[in-house]
């Protein structure tokens, strides 16, 4: 049996965090959610005391990365995590109001499995986020090793 | 000792005692000779210098005299013109010749008579060293003299004061140098400017989703309260103030529909701007382009529209233009629309295109006769969302601030004239080639 999947929310602004919950809910995730507020917040969930990422070896954990946080941009934590021998197995969804084609091909370049750009248009932001939960059930969770 | 005046006389020795009118040629001629070779020697504004055939100076003329400082009996015999030289240009000249000519050249004398004495035209910069040890720029023609039988007897170096001339170029130089350093300032700005609006208007979008998404939020609320209170009401057989309740229910609707609408267009003006930065950061192509095949394929995007309003374009014989050629396409496209878009209803309409051409530039002119543009907005058309009459038409007054951009990068401009119910015209004026020499750039 696999542990259940915990999302690591990386999202400086409270009412997007309260509104992709809201959606991820009624989508029926009831996965555990963990918020963090900014860069150095992230990257010291992520990537342990230590910084080398080991803590989190083999956990159950999907990223939900926004890119404009206001201590770092998040295409430095993703490039960290592809980078990271221990961590770069984990999911990594980049969900953020940047369309830019060149920031877009950036990501998938840097190894995020999803882009997903947060419409203002709330059905549309909805629906995304529902393709969201969908990407969360099917996902495969690392081994632990 | 020998000079041209001595070969002069050598020869015109060899033709005497023929008869009285070759004497009285000869005579005339030897005069003229005689002139020509004072005018040249006293000459105040140039430096003749002759020497030997090794380079020790023989004659050195009142203009060299003036200009170096020295006096003819100071140098004749003891100098060569290499001494009065900068050394380090000598040895520069003779590195520079011996590598062009394939030959080791010495650094002195040779180095400035080499060309000449190969018989190569010869005309090189040098400074030269007045006596005082100052320094002047001067431009130096060198001569070989020959004998009778071509064997090289000396040389003569004609120079000229070319301070003015150094000034000039310094000064020009210097021109240059500001014209390009105000340049990169502006480039610098107008990036400056792009991320500015760009990072804005993605800071401004963030905000947006909150107020979208939470009033959709309160929507499905409104709706669940109204239910309960609705059934509450009936629960306890309280029917009276059903009416108020649907009053409420409307106001709170009608709030909330504000909001969002006004959100949604926040955000495709939010998008607007965005499109506008990502364009002002693409790096232009200068290509010869068609303008008259340019402007047919335009139009045939707008066919159907035009169709439809009843509209006739001619496009004119137009003169091609190096440039960018999708700005282009969205500058004529853009008036094009314009026109197409704004005619009066009843009239049938009349487009037309044509072009001036002058010296460096083309003016580009898109000729309509439909609704025309009141005076007091033909300035404020071309700000972003300014728009001008009535708004029966759909748009978000972009089109023309984008026009106006596109055309200022391509070191061009926009201009209107319009009559209100007669027509208006726009004439684009570009450069025939794109990018502008910095010399011809207007500050």
Known sequence: MTQPVTIAMVEDDEGHARLIEKNLRRAGVHNKIVQLKDGATAIRFLFGSDGSGITNKGCALLVLLDLNLPDMSGIDILRRLKENEHLRVLPVVVLTTTDDKSEIQRCYDLGCNVYITKPVDYEKFANAIQQLGLFVFVMKVPEAM | MTNGRDETRTRIGVSEGTDNTARKQAEEALLKAEALQSAIFNSANFSSIATDAKGVIQIFNVGAERMLGYTATEV????????????????????????????????????????????????????????????????????????????????????????????VEAEQEKLDQRLRDQTALLSEANEEIQRFVY????????????????????????????????????????????????????????????????????????????????????????????????????????????????????????????????????????????????????????????????????????????????????????????????????GAGIGLAHARALVRRLGGTINVESEPDRGTVFKVTLPKRWPLPVSEMVT
Do not use: W
């Open chain 2, 76 to 167: 004749m015999n003891k100098i060569t013109p290499a001494d009065i030289s900068d050394p380090q240009e000598v040895v520069a000249r003779a590195e520079a010749l011996s590598l062009e000519l394939g030959t080791p050249i010495t650094p002195g004398f040779e180095a400035l008579v080499f060309k000449a004495s190969r018989g190569i035209e010869d005309i090189y910069e040098l400074t030269y060293i007045r006596k005082d040890g100052s320094r002047f720029p001067a431009v130096v023609s060198v001569t070989a003299l020959r004998d009778a039988k071509g064997a090289i007897i000396g040389y003569l170096l004609i120079g000229t004061d070319n301070t003015a001339r150094k000034q």
């Open chain 2, 199 to 394: 990072i804005v208007s993605h800071d401004l979008r963030s905000p947006l989703v909150n107020i979208m998404g939470f009033a959709s939020e309160l929507d499905a609320c409104r709706k669940q309260i109204f239910e309960r209170l609705g059934a509450l009401r009936a629960q306890v057989g309280d029917e009276q103030d059903g009416e108020s309740d649907e009053a409420l229910r409307s106001d709170v609707e009608e709030a909330l529909s504000f909001i969002k609408s006004s959100v949604a267009k926040m955000d495709r003006l939010i998008g607007a701007l965005l499109r506008l930065a990502r364009e002002g950061q693409r790096q232009f192509q200068p290509q010869l382009i068609d303008m008259s095949q340019l402007l047919r394929s335009t139009l045939e995007a707008l066919a159907h529209q035009a169709q439809d309003v009843d509209a006739k374009i001619s496009i004119g014989e137009l003169p091609t233009i190096t440039s960018d050629r999708l700005a282009l396409e969205q500058v004529f496209s853009n008036l094009m629309d314009n026109a197409v878009k704004y005619l009066r209803a009843g009239v049938p309409g009349s487009i037309e295109v044509r072009a001036t051409e002058s010296d460096r530039a083309i003016t580009y002119e898109v000729r309509d006769n439909g609704r025309g543009i009141d005076a007091r907005d033909r300035e404020r058309i071309f700000d972003l969302f300014r728009r001008s009459g009535i708004q029966d038409r759909p």
